[in-house]
């Protein structure tokens, strides 16, 4: 069922979800519509997506040096992408460019690469972020994290004090707009006021916002202005390998990109290099045309549903499954538990079951209902140590056996999340299971691999190859 009315701009979402309706074959051999629970590590596409790209790939071709009508009309739809991109975060594109590149981690690095860190200044970032905007500052700057709450909210009085603390030496804040653990969503206005106040630039990973909220950069000139934005397409219904760093062009066009080669200069000489205007000079080499296609047939989608009534129909989904869940016996839910309070949070919950460890949970869900999540630490190490309530002892013990490649008794969570297609079955589909491995009521005999940390159930010969298949596996191929 859907938690918004049937009328709602995102009621036709779910239909036009590329294989919705796709079963899957179960452990006890039966078969289930599968149920994607996972999206906030990647998203199916959107069919508005796949038919883009039927119209497109016909008259695909070389971008920007082609002169044949295919590679105009390519030239075109994917300089055409950079604007939509550009108006999907509300960028002003007269004084900001829009950078393609791989994902959200490739963006975050290039601008690591290219935004100025004096010896003296620092990165502020948070506990909460994701690996992804946390390693890439480490090795530029000095970093300074600003802690989470025991609940795992920003500490916001811990911001203020880190941003005077280190008076005019913060160069950039560099915060997630919603945590990839916890859903929460970060008050990325209050903060950017707050960076410009002290005289810092501020980047918004929107890699799980952007698919659950309108990002809004903001003219430049409002002291609530986004500096750097930078989101990933695999997120936002569009998986063809595309990410974009949003920022000013004054910044790029101070210095060389850190790539060179084909394609980001105007002229080269023997002793000489002029570099092309923007964005070419940072996006090195051939680029991922299809993928850019893709990501802004998406976003042309999300634009014309709405940003805020997808917000208001994940909002209902998440209270709803915060009251289904909080029934479950033995759960523990991390972050926000209050349905009321779903609004502060985009469609990520974390949660642990008494007795069941989380790799095990994650597993049974999968194998025995036909449930995509995801287990374990979620690239947030520090966060999800916090968020657990570990301490320092427990912790280390658990970052030892893991350096001796031991996962066993890694500590984690397990992470549903929604797309704007999920509905109120799926999560009556998660929960009935739940309730059912709290009773102990599950089949699989389940044999952990250490060096990974997956259950596997024994006896089961997954049959992958009967729904898809590349080239015959080693198997096939022997008795061939
Ligand atoms: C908040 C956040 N930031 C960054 C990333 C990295 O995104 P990508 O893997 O697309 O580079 C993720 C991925 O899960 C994320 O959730």
């Known amino acids: 069922m859907n938690p918004t009315p049937a009328s709602a701009p995102t009621a036709t979402l779910r239909s036009r979800i590329v294989g919705i309706d796709k079963k899957v074959p179960l452990l006890n051999g039966e078969l289930a519509t599968y149920v994607n629970l996972d999206n906030a590590a990647s998203t199916p596409a959107l069919q508005d997506v ?128 919603a945590s990839n653990v916890s859903g929460f969503l970060q008050p990325i206005h209050r903060l950017a006021r707050k960076a410009h106040a002290a005289g810092a630039k501020i980047l918004v990973d929107a890699a ?75 996006e090195a080499g051939s680029p991922n045309v299809v993928g850019a296609v893709a990501m802004a047939a998406a976003a042309q989608a999300l634009m014309a549903v709405g940003m805020a009534h997808i917000a208001a129909h994940e909002e209902a989904l998440i209270a709803y499954s915060l009251e289904k869940l909080r029934a479950v016996p033995g759960i523990r839910i991390y972050g926000e538990t209050d349905p009321g309070r779903a609004h502060e949070k985009v469609g990520v919950i974390p949660f642990n079951l008494a007795g069941v460890s989380h790799f095990k949970l994650a597993a049974i869900l999968g194998y025995e209902g036909g449930i995509g999540v995801r287990s374990g630490c979620f690239c947030a190490h520090p966060y999800v140590v916090h968020l657990l309530n570990l301490d320092e002892h427990e912790a280390g013990t658990w970052r030892d056996q893991l350096l001796g490649g031991d996962k066993s008794n890694m500590p984690g969570m397990v992470r549903m999340s929604f797309g704007c297609y999920n509905n109120t079955d799926d999560v009556d589909r998660l929960v009935a299971m739940l309730h059912q491995i709290a009773r102990g009521d599950y089949q699989g005999d389940y044999r952990l691999d250490r060096a990974t940390g997956e259950y596997i159930p024994t006896n089961y010969r997954d049959p992958l190859e009967q729904y898809f298949l590349l080239a015959p596996t080693t198997a096939q191929a022997g008795t061939a």
Not at 107 to 127: C, E, M, W
């Open 50 to 177: 796949t038919d883009a790209l039927d119209r497109f790939m016909p008259y695909y071709a070389s971008v920007h040096r082609g002169t044949g009508f295919k590679s105009r009309l390519s030239t075109l739809a994917y300089d055409q992408a950079h604007e939509i991109i550009g108006r999907f975060v509300g960028a002003d594109l007269s004084r900001n460019t829009v950078i393609f590149g791989k994902n959200t981690t490739e963006a975050i690095n290039k601008l690591s690469y290219r935004f100025p860190v004096g010896p003296d200044q620092v990165v502020l970032t948070t506990q909460i972020e994701h690996h992804s905007n946390d390693l890439p500052w480490r090795s530029r700057a000095k970093v300074v994290h600003v802690r989470a709450t025991p609940a795992g909210r920003l500490d916001e009085e811990d911001f203020d004090r880190k941003l005077a603390q280190y008076a005019g030496r913060v160069a950039l804040v560099t915060v997630t707009g």
């Open 208 to 282: 799980q916002f952007a698919p659950h909220r309108q990002v809004e950069m903001k003219p430049d000139d409002d002291p609530e202005h986004l500096d750097f934005v930078v989101l990933s397409a695999h997120k936002m219904y569009a998986p063809y390998g595309t990410g974009a760093l949003i920022g000013p062009k004054e910044l790029f066009l101070a210095s060389g990109p850190e790539y060179c080669g084909g394609g980001t200069v105007d002229v080269v000489t023997l002793e000489d290099v002029h570099w092309a205007g923007l964005p070419d000079r940072e």
